[in-house]
């Protein structure tokens, strides 16, 4: 297991990763452990879509309430090919991790896969987001690759976004996520590797239907037994300077908030910084988390146009 310092520095791009006409020079071993692990990240993405693409026809689409046609299909397949591309352990001289991906509750029916997608996407562009001041000086190259692939993760968020009839863009800035809290959220798919990652407790949201203004919260997480009246949740998305903070069970979505966000359950009522080396410094008072939800409190035309649009195609 490497040390969580090392990590600090190799992780942050395992979700997404640097393609492999920009990795093509010599790179140390640091940056070599970074590609084989966004490799695997890469591949659950890869073939999530491809299970998708599989398993949902346009009348599936239809049933569901979205465009109908190849509208859907057409853009998923595009961002399936993207994912594929964006393949880095060949010529980089990492060897791939053999793992196993732990899809099937993602796949349920089409509006489980599309929520999912909206999901996997916005930890892509979270995890970037992260990395940024944390790649090694001598690999500014692969710090250059790296903005060329989360400006497409990012679009590829916004076309979930608009096809779950949510806002395609929603806070003025991104949400950056620590290494340890992008294997807290992507960890559970993955399986039968070791990804050498460190993972705070799981946290799952339970709730059903929209997140919204008003939404009380309700989680399941195995740190959730015995006492938790002392605990606190907070909630956190790219246009905060910190968190949220309200007693666990009073967790409710406060107005003014809208689109992705992290959610913590902490020990303590200090709340956690958007700067990503400050709140790697209170990982000690997280009892679990994060788990990533979309708040969607505002009404967007352009998503109801286009939803509106394909089903009269029908």
Same mark, same amino acid.
């Given at each position: 297991?490497?040390?969580?310092?090392?990590?600090?520095?190799?992780?942050?791009?395992?979700?997404?990763?640097?393609?492999?006409?920009?990795?093509?020079?010599?790179?140390?071993?640091?940056?070599?452990?970074?590609?084989?692990?966004?490799?695997?990240? /890469?591949?659950?993405?890869?073939?999530?879509?491809?299970?998708?693409?599989?398993?949902?026809?346009?009348?599936?689409?239809?049933?569901?309430?979205?465009?109908?046609?190849?509208?859907?299909?057409?853009?998923?397949?595009?961002? /399936?090919?993207?994912?594929?591309?964006?393949?880095?352990?060949?010529?980089?001289?990492?060897?791939?991790?053999?793992?196993?991906?732990?899809?099937?509750?993602?796949?349920?029916?089409?509006?489980?896969?599309?929520?999912?997608?909206?999901?996997?996407? /916005?930890?892509?562009?979270?995890?970037?987001?992260?990395?940024?001041?944390?790649?090694?000086?001598?690999?500014?190259?692969?710090?250059?690759?790296?903005?060329?692939?989360?400006?497409?993760?990012?679009?590829?968020?916004?076309?979930?976004?608009?096809?779950?009839?949510?806002?395609?863009?929603?806070?003025?800035?991104?949400?950056?996520?620590?290494?340890?809290?992008?294997?807290?959220?992507?960890?559970?798919?993955?399986?039968?590797?070791?990804?050498?990652?460190?993972?705070?407790?799981?946290?799952?949201?339970?709730?059903?239907?929209?997140?919204?203004?008003?939404?009380?919260?309700?989680?399941?997480?195995?740190?959730?037994?015995?006492?938790?009246?002392?605990?606190?949740?907070?909630?956190?998305?790219?246009?905060?300077?910190?968190?949220?903070?309200?007693?666990?069970?009073?967790?409710?979505?406060?107005?003014?908030?809208?689109?992705?966000?992290?959610?913590?359950?902490?020990?303590?009522?200090?709340?956690?910084?958007?700067?990503?080396?400050?709140?790697?410094?209170?990982?000690?008072?997280?009892?679990?988390?994060?788990?990533?939800?979309?708040?969607?409190?505002?009404?967007?035309?352009?998503?109801?146009?286009?939803?509106?649009?394909?089903?009269?195609?029908?």
């Amino acid at each position: 297991m490497l040390f969580f310092q090392f990590l600090a520095v190799l992780v942050p791009l395992a979700v997404s990763a640097v393609p492999v006409r920009r990795a093509s020079v010599q790179v140390g071993p640091g940056t070599l452990v970074v590609l084989q692990l966004a490799n695997v990240l /890469e591949n659950l993405e890869t073939l999530f879509y491809q299970q998708v693409l599989a398993k949902f026809k346009a009348a599936d689409y239809v049933a569901d309430g979205f465009p109908s046609g190849p509208f859907v299909t057409d853009e998923i397949t595009r961002v /399936e090919n993207d994912e594929a591309i964006h393949q880095v352990i060949k010529g980089s001289g990492a060897i791939p991790l053999e793992c196993q991906f732990n899809l099937g509750n993602l796949l349920t029916d089409v509006k489980t896969a599309m929520n999912a997608a909206r999901l996997l996407e /916005e930890v892509g562009v979270s995890a970037y987001t992260g990395a940024v001041n944390l790649i090694d000086s001598q690999d500014a190259n692969i710090l250059v690759a790296a903005a060329t692939i989360v400006t497409i993760e990012s679009r590829h968020q916004t076309i979930f976004n608009i096809l779950n009839g949510h806002v395609p863009s929603s806070q003025h800035f991104d949400l950056p996520l620590l290494p340890t809290e992008v294997v807290t959220v992507a960890g559970p798919l993955i399986s039968g590797c070791d990804l050498g990652i460190p993972s705070n407790t799981p946290l799952a949201l339970t709730n059903n239907g929209t997140i919204t203004t008003g939404t009380l919260l309700q989680f399941s997480s195995p740190a959730l037994t015995g006492d938790t009246s002392k605990l606190l949740c907070q909630i956190l998305t790219g246009d905060q300077n910190s968190t949220v903070v309200l007693p666990l069970d009073k967790c409710i979505i406060p107005p003014a908030l809208d689109g992705p966000a992290a959610v913590f359950i902490t020990n303590t009522s200090v709340p956690l910084s958007n700067d990503i080396l400050t709140r790697q410094n209170q990982n000690n008072t997280i009892v679990a988390g994060p788990t990533l939800t979309f708040i969607d409190s505002v009404r967007d035309e352009l998503a109801e146009l286009v939803t509106h649009a394909g089903q009269k195609q029908t």
